[in-house]
């Protein structure tokens, strides 16, 4: 089952590294996506996490923009409780209308952060619950009527910026089913609910003006490397990070301590949120995604590359692409 592959940097910050390191990174990585064949590159916004540079998503959308030439590129998502539907259709209709045909919005409503940067971000903890609200008052702005009376988007209004839902659970799929908009499952890090909620959104599912067919994107881990040993060792530096991410509180673990940590039964949940991993070789890959593909009932696959290194994720792109036949061996 062959469907369009996508990209999710996560534009992580790696170790002795800065964020401008790390944004230097995401526009290498776009660069090779879009000579490799990908269909789109996205962004999430998250906030005060310091491994992670996409926390002002816009406008690193614009800066990758301006260094690539018609690969697209939006977010992945943005989090609307944090943001006033107006803004985010000012922001995106002004990546549209500098890059027409190349931006995608994609939108969730979980807070992207923890309570003390939610109060920072000035969010009402109420704001979720009118989440589906806002994503049709947004559709107003970025369409051709606005629902709020006298007030337009500028730059926005009639760009027709492509939204999609984005979630980890079924409430993502019911609302997108039911806006008619496409679905984002977020299966690279929360698998558990995916193929209840594909189900649900493709049921579920009525035609709008954007789009007249169901239309899945799935999430899902990949390390490959030239041989399926260093793709094993790319792997293992990830899990050993994701220990000292989840267990460290600001300690760091030896190789032999995380790898203890990963063995136990307190890491379950780290090993399960890893579910959806592709690890190998690019055949081995390509086997793993088509595979994953039927499995999720997806209609395009949004890769997030996971090797520890910005040469190994550039190289790991370029194999699956390979492996795919997007791009000669």
């Known amino acids: 089952m062959s469907v369009p592959l996508s990209i999710l940097d996560l534009a992580l910050i790696g170790k002795g590294e800065t964020a401008r390191t790390s944004l230097n990174g995401s526009v290498a990585l776009a660069q090779e996506a879009e000579r490799s064949g990908y269909r789109r590159v996205w962004y999430a916004e998250h906030h005060n996490m310091a491994a992670v540079a996409s926390s002002a998503t816009s406008v690193l959308i614009a800066h990758v923009a301006a260094h690539t030439d018609h690969i697209r590129l939006g977010a992945g998502g943005i989090m609307l409780p944090n943001h006033a539907p107006l803004t985010i259709a000012e922001q995106f209709g002004t990546l549209e209308i500098l890059h027409p045909g190349r931006i995608d919005l994609g ?14 971000l000035r969010r009402d903890p109420r704001a979720a619950d009118t989440f589906p609200q806002d994503v049709q008052e947004l559709q107003g702005y970025l369409g051709d009527e606005s629902h709020v009376p006298g007030v337009d988007a500028v730059p926005g209004k009639g760009t027709h910026v492509p939204i999609y839902i984005l979630g980890s659970s079924l409430y993502g799929a019911t609302l997108a089913a039911a806006l008619g908009l496409p679905y984002g499952f977020a299966s690279h890090f929360a698998p558990a609910a995916l193929e209840e909620a594909v189900a649900i959104y493709r049921r579920d599912f009525r035609p709008s003006e954007q789009l007249d067919q169901p239309w899945v994107i799935a999430g ?11 793709a094993e060792a790319n792997h293992r530096v990830v899990k050993r990070s994701r220990v000292s991410l989840f267990f460290g509180r600001g300690r760091s673990f030896t190789d032999d ?19 959806y991993t592709a690890v190998g070789t690019m055949t081995q890959v390509a086997d793993y995604l088509d595979a994953f593909a039927q499995h999720a009932d997806a209609d395009e696959l949004m890769l997030a590359h996971q090797a520890p290194t910005l040469a190994s994720r550039l190289r790991s792109i370029r194999l699956v692409a390979q ?7």
Not at 257 to 275: K, T
Not at 323 to 329: E, S
């Open 107 to 120: 939108v969730g409503r979980a807070p992207g952060s923890d309570q003390a940067t939610s109060r920072a």
């Open 220 to 230: 899902a881990n990949v390390v490959a490397a030239d041989t399926e040993a260093e």
């Open 257 to 275: 301590e995380a790898d203890a940590i990963l063995a136990s039964p307190e890491a379950r949940p780290l090993q399960e949120m890893m579910r």
């Open 323 to 329: 492996g795919r036949g997007l791009v000669p061996a």
